[in-house]
């Protein structure tokens, strides 16, 4: 099983961005997908997460910029960027929680990272 996310870059303030990432592999089943990202010198954070449902949760620094959507038969997490701010340059992380075939528990599987630089 692996995560591959894409759409990181540069971008100017007030711009949009938006990432994906791909999930496979002997995938039986996903539970909840999000992105985390983490700036220079900072703790990795959680920017957003989505259920297997639909539900939604965002960080109170992304809410009313970013939206997080997911096609469940493309095993894929989106993150719409928009209204971008310095402050949001760092590496974006997807993460999802999957249950692979022949296993009886589900694990946590991480992307390998993009980076977003948003700057004049």
């Known amino acids: 099983v692996q995560l591959q996310a894409f759409g990181g870059g540069l971008v100017q303030p007030g711009g949009f961005l938006r990432l994906s990432c791909a999930a496979s592999?002997?995938?039986?089943?996903?539970?909840?997908m999000g992105w985390y990202r983490q700036a220079p010198g900072k703790q990795r954070e959680l920017v957003a997460a989505?259920?297997?449902?639909?539900?939604?949760n965002y960080a109170d620094s992304v809410k009313g910029r970013f939206t997080i959507s997911r096609v469940n038969v493309k095993n894929t997490v989106y993150l719409q960027m928009n209204s971008l701010k310095p402050e949001d340059t760092a590496v974006y992380y997807c993460?999802?929680?999957?249950?692979?075939?022949?296993?009886?528990?589900?694990?946590?599987?991480w992307g390998q990272g993009t980076l977003v630089t948003v700057s004049s």
């Open positions: 989505i259920t297997s449902g639909g539900s939604t």
């Open positions: 993460n999802a929680d999957i249950r692979p075939y022949y296993s009886g528990g589900s694990y946590y599987y």
């Open positions: 592999g002997n995938i039986f089943s996903i539970n909840d």
